[in-house]
Each structure stands twice: as structure tokens, then as C-alpha cells.
């Protein structure tokens, strides 16, 4: 009975993927052969049978991994895929290997019993996780003195409580101080925001990537067929955290087929299509988006963003639709929304100010944030 139940498992395998800054093609890719498998995407460690981490983690990402491991509850499985081929079948034939492995891992009744036997009985609570996390004042990965807590011991199992402050007003209000990322679905890769919370809204944010970003790759150009698979792979995030399941799984499924080097450029255009009559024909979807994180040129000119970003969160969304389209057709076109990492997490508390958290993300995810440190500025 024991080895039916962890067969059964197997073929239906709930898996946590971490993404490591300027690994996004590869954590696509791995997604593409999940799905042909049937296996489910977790939004947290709660609901994982496997945790599969996509490149190689920084110090400070791998203590983090490490924290979420301790998280999964068991039987569990833990697997990492690396990237050493161009965009090929090569690719799709090592993830398959490592997800078989996977798969025989979490068949082995014994080695569950082992793991159950040796673990911590009680996991640490003061890990990141993909959810919010209440901060308590722990290493920031920059130094935001402003956020801090002061004297937390009297935190219930390391869990910050809320303090007293100002609010807008000059009435005193609790303020919670939360912790979002690094590793959260929906979010970019690596990304931490320390937020301070009065009732359910924003009032401070400080904003990095852990370990500094990733350096900038062959693959960071995104022009072509890989930058309008990007931009798919943005408006997946953006509608799904908006509830749009299946216009979400669809561009979802496009950013997959055009990471195929011999996909059909012309199907992909006519998905984008598809996408942008939804998009604009849907009074529900546009009163979800409009006048989410508004931005306009000054501003953006200012913080030294591109002018893409001009508008709101809908408006951003039609536009990154629209700039798939055009990379699919002029593949040596420049990437409208190609912008400096420093630059976007510095205007990240000015988008995010006054929002609740739910609202926020959906901001975020519109500004389709890519975690490598490239050295270029906008003009």
C-alpha cells in the first residue's frame, strides 16, 4: 500500500520552483516540462513534495534555499538544474533527467523514513518562504536602518509583533513590519521588499536583490523570439495575480512554445493577438489593473526608466502585449521596456506607497522587473 501511495504521488508531484536571479529561461523551461508531465506548480513549501532550484544560488539565496528545505514536508525531495547549453533540446533532455530523478527519489519509502527520522522537529521559523514574513530586524541585504525593530525578545517563536506609529493623521496606529521574498510566486527572481504596514497599506518599503543581481548574459537582450517570450512570461504573472487563470495559462503556454527554436512565430503572434482583444475587451480585468502604481513621463524620465512604463498597471500590461508583438516581428527592434535594475529598485517604495500588499504585487509584476545588473541606464 505504502509504495502505490508514493507511486501515486509521484505522477502527480506538487513542485516549488526557486529561481535564481538571471536564470528565467531555464526556470521556463523546467515549467515547460513540468506541465508536459502533469505536475503541479506550489505556491508554497506547505504544499511541495520537491523543491527544484533553477541555476546556481549566491550565498545569501543558498542560506535561504536552505531555510525553505526545512519547510517542505516530507516525504520531500530536493533537486537542482543547471544551465550549460544554449536554448536546445539539450536543455529539455537534462531537466527530464533531473526531474526522473526526482521522481525515484520520491518513490523510496526508506529514504523518507530516514529524512523523517533525522530532521528538525521543529523547522525555523524566521526562514523567507514564498509568502509574506514578518521582518524582525534580521540581515536586510542593505543596510535600511530605518526599518529595523529595535529589541525584538519578546517576539512569540521569532514572529515580529507590530509596533506603534504615526499615521498620516498624527493618530498613533500599529505598524508591522513585513518581509516579501525572495522567493514568492508570481515575483522577480531574488527580489526582497522590507514593507512597514499600517492596518493593510504601505507606508515604507525598502527594496534589493539578494546577492546583488545576477550579471547580464547572452540572454538578457531579450530582442526576438526570447524577448517576446519574456514579455508572455510578464503577462502570465500579471494576469494570473489578477485571477485570469486561463488567458494567464495561455501566455504562459506561449513564452513556453516560443522558447522552442523551431516554434511557429506566426502561431505565437496570433496568441499575442488573441491575448490583446481579451485584454482590452474585458471591464473586469481593466477596473482590476487601472490606476494600479499610475507613473507618468516626468516621472519616469526622472527615476531614469523607460517611458514604456508610462500609465498605469493596465496600461502597461497592453503595452507589453503589444511590444511581444513587435519583437516577433522585427527581431532586430530594440526592447521597449529594457531598463537598469538599480534604477527600477529604487523607484520600487515610490510604486508601491499607499497600496496593500495584494495591490502591490499586482504593480510589480506590471513593471516585469528582471533580476540582472547590466551597468546600462536609460537615456
Known amino acids: 500500500m505504502r509504495q502505490a501511495l508514493a507511486r501515486l504521488a509521484a505522477r502527480r508531484a506538487h513542485v516549488l520552483l ?6 528565467w529561461v531555464l526556470r521556463a523551461l523546467t515549467q515547460r516540462r513540468l506541465v508536459a508531465r502533469g505536475w503541479c506548480m506550489s505556491l508554497s513549501p506547505a504544499d511541495a513534495d520537491i523543491l527544484v532550484v533553477v541555476g546556481t544560488p549566491g550565498p545569501e539565496l543558498a542560506r535561504i534555499v536552505d ?21 536546445d533540446h539539450e536543455i529539455d533532455h537534462e531537466i ?24 528538525a522537529q521543529s523547522p525555523d521559523t524566521t526562514a523567507d518562504h514564498p509568502g509574506g514574513h514578518p521582518d524582525h530586524g534580521g540581515h536586510d541585504g542593505g ?22 506609529g504615526d499615521d498620516r493623521d498624527g493618530l498613533e ?30 507606508t515604507d518599503a525598502h527594496a534589493w536583490i539578494v546577492d546583488g543581481g545576477a ?20 503577462v502570465a504573472d500579471v494576469l494570473a495575480l489578477a485571477g485570469w487563470s486561463s488567458p494567464a495559462a495561455q501566455a504562459r503556454r506561449t513564452c513556453h512554445a516560443l522558447l522552442d527554436a523551431e516554434s511557429d512565430i506566426e502561431r505565437a503572434a496570433d496568441a499575442l493577438s488573441a491575448l490583446d482583444r481579451v485584454a482590452r475587451r474585458s471591464p ?3 477596473w482590476s489593473l487601472r490606476d494600479v502604481a499610475p507613473a507618468t513621463a516626468v516621472d519616469l524620465q526622472r527615476r531614469q526608466l523607460p ?6 498597471t493596465y496600461d502597461r500590461l497592453l503595452a507589453r502585449i503589444h511590444n511581444g508583438r513587435r519583437l516577433l516581428s522585427d527581431s532586430s527592434s530594440n526592447n521597449d521596456f529594457r531598463m537598469d535594475l538599480g534604477n527600477v529598485i529604487d523607484a520600487l517604495p515610490h510604486f508601491v506607497q499607499g497600496l496593500d500588499i495584494a495591490t502591490a504585487r499586482l504593480a510589480i509584476a506590471g513593471l516585469g522587473i528582471d533580476s540582472v545588473s547590466t551597468g546600462e541606464t536609460v537615456p
Do not use: K, N
Open 18 to 23: 526557486v529561481e535564481v536571479p538571471g536564470h
Open 67 to 87: 531555510q525553505i528545505w526545512q519547510q517542505l514536508p516530507g516525504p520531500r525531495v530536493r533537486v537542482d538544474v543547471f544551465e550549460d547549453h544554449e536554448i
Open 96 to 119: 527530464d533527467s533531473v526531474l526522473d530523478r526526482a521522481a525515484t527519489r520520491l518513490r523510496e519509502s526508506r529514504r523518507h523514513e530516514d529524512d523523517a527520522r533525522d530532521r
Open 143 to 164: 543596510g535600511h536602518e530605518g526599518m529595523d525593530h529595535g529589541d525584538m525578545d519578546m517576539a512569540p517563536a521569532g514572529i515580529a509583533l507590530a509596533e506603534g
Open 173 to 202: 496606529m500599529d505598524v508591522l513590519h513585513l518581509r516579501l521574498g525572495p522567493v514568492l510566486p508570481y515575483w522577480p527572481a531574488g527580489l526582497v521588499m522590507r514593507t512597514a504596514l499600517q492596518g493593510d497599506v504601505i
Open 215 to 234: 550579471a547580464a548574459s547572452h540572454q538578457d537582450r531579450q530582442l526576438g523570439r526570447v524577448g517576446a517570450a519574456r514579455e508572455c512570461d510578464h
Open 284 to 286: 473586469l480585468l481593466r
Open 307 to 312: 517611458a514604456a512604463l508610462a500609465g498605469d
